[in-house]
Structure formats: C-alpha cells, structure tokens
C-alpha cells in the first residue's frame, strides 16, 4: 500500500449507485471485511454510496453476482446527496464519482460546497465530456477508464422495506451483476509525465491503485489517462451509436448493412485521432473494433438500453468531443453527425 491512513477516517464516497458504482462499492467492502476478518485490520476506506433515491435505512445490502456466479454481500452506508450540508458526515478521503456523464454537473453542484480542493475527485465516465467540464472546476482530478461490465438486475428497487426495528438482515437489498472482468486504467487528468510522480493526482492515483488491486480488479496506473479515454471513446463511437439506432445486438455490426457503416465510422474517427496526434492502437483501429464486435457480440450495448427505456442517451459524452475536434480541424464527418442528430433527438 502506498499510504496508511487511519481506518477510521479513511472515507470514500462513491456517488452514483448504479451498476459501477455499485459493483465498485461492493467489492472494495468486500476486500476490507476480508482483510479486518484476517489480518484484524485493513488500509481500504470504509465506503459511502450517495445517491439521489432514498433508501429506507442508513445502509443498504449490497448483493453482488460475481462472473461465476458467486453471491457476495456486504452492507454499505447510503445517503442520498441532498443530505451532504449534515455535518455528520465524515469527510471523504477520496471521492468517486460513478453516474452517468450527463449526471456530473449536477452532482458537482451540491458536491462542491462540501469539499476541500485538495480532495481528490475520479471521474470513471466513458466519453470525454465530463472529465474536461470538472477539470475546470476541481485540480484534484483522477479519471478511470475500465472495460470491466456490470449491469443492474431488474429486481433492483423492489426490495422490501425495513421498519425502524429492523436487523441488518432486513436492509433493504440492492443487485449488481458483475458481467464481466476487465482492465482498469487509472491516472491524474493533468500529468506532468513520467516525471511527476509527486504530484497530489499522482500520488492519489497510486493509492487508489492499489484500493482496486486490493478488491480484485487488474488495474494499471498511466501518465497519460487521456489518451486512454480516446482510445475508449473511440471504440465505443464506433459500435454503441450504430447498435442503438438500429436497435441491434453487437454482433450484428458484422452484417450487410452495418459491417460497411462500421467500416465508415472507424474511418471517421481514426481521422479525427490523427488530426490530434492520438496514437493509433498496433493493431489498426479497424482490427480493433473488429475485435470488440466479436468478444461482445450478445450484448446490448449501455446506449441501446437507454435508448429503449427512453433515457438519455451518453451520445453526447461520446460523440461530442469528436464533432469538435472534427470541426477545429477541418474534417467532415458525415455518418457521425447523421448518427448524433437521431440519437439527439427523443427516441420511440
Ligand atoms: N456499466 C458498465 O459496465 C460500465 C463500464 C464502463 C464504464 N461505464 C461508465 O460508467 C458510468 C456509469 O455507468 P453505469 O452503467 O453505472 O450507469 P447507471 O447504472 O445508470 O448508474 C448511474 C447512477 O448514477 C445515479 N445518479 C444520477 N444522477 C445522480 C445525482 N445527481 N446524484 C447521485 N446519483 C446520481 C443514478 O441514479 P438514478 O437511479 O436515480 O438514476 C444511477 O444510480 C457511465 O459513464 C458509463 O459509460 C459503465
């Protein structure tokens, strides 16, 4: 571990109690009652899930289905957000902030009053809207960037409700499916390079590093988060705006119609990568996104259910900073911008 801090102090919240998040918060609570159960102590923070719902006590149960389809259940403090001016919170170590990117703003507004600047805030949003909007507004920025899978079961919400005697048995449940394992990168928002291993992000990074090893997750630390994040965000302008305007499965994309509409969008957005020095991955970006379309082929991507429970959508966070950079350099893109007007648009 990097730095001990006191337990009992050690407080991370983790704002957003959807799928990441949750499947976050269950397995750091995990890993610390492990290690208190075996060790008879633990550096890993204590967790705090806020939320904007409600629940019916001051903690929930958390039942995580791992992979293999193991249950895991840790209880978890929740509070909802608008209680943040309540002094009785402890102040967060660390802070992780799990909604959607079209949820950050208004998370930061009733946030910010309550930290310091020197808290450090990790943005874990796929797209590359949120990041730079809170970089404005907080130095202490980490971003994560991770290919792990969780979805929330359909269950979730219908659990029962305790009354005022009630057992930590009887806390109000809440699911995660842990779908699948993936790699975590995580890293300041501005790095100074290799060279600045000092820096308070850097060194909030490493910590944090070793939290997520500490609860199971592959995780590397990077100088360069940025180029990460498009290296997602590319990937994923290539399949979920496609798959979730004509409300297809992944492996579909490898079909006429779409396999020429994909080859389409990768040429668009490689372009865009060039024009603004974005490493290629080795492999090319056609191979790669090739690559992701086969070892998703089942899924439904995150847009294609937001579009069809008439959520927003994240086209914004993903399609957003390649329209600008596009537009800075001159490039047309004809089958994003078609894409981004449907999916701009509500959907039926
Ligand atoms: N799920 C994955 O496998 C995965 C993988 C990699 C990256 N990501 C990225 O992680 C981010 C979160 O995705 P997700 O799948 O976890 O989304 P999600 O299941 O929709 O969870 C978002 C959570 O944020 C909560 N929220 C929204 N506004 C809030 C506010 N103002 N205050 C407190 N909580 C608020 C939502 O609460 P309500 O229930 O009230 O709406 C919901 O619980 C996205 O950027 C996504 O692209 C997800």
Redesign the pocket.
Known sequence: MHTMTDPEDNWLWI?????????LAASLMAARQRELREQGASALPRVLL????AMAGQAVMLDMTTPESLIVSSRINHST?DTLQDSSFRKPSAIWL????H?VP??WQ?LAPHITPETPVTC????LS?QPWLAERHANLLCAS???????PAETGASTTPDNGSTADDLQHLGVQH?GRGHTWLGAWQSGGDGDHDSQSNQAALMQGDWLKAAGFACEQTPDIQTRLWHKLAINAAINPLVARYRIRNGQLRDRPFAPMVRQAVEEISAVLDSEGIPAPEEGWQALVEQVIRATANNRA?MLQDVLAGRPT?VE?ILGPLRSTAARHGLALPLLDDLYRQLSTPQR
Do not use: C, D
Not at 50 to 53: A, F, H
């Open positions: 704002i957003g109690p959807g799928a990441i998040g949750r499947l806020l939320g904007r719902q957000i799990t909604t959607k990117a949820g208004a998370v009733q874990w949003q796929n797209g949120a991770t290919t792990e899978g969780a979805w929330l779908a995150s994240e966070a």
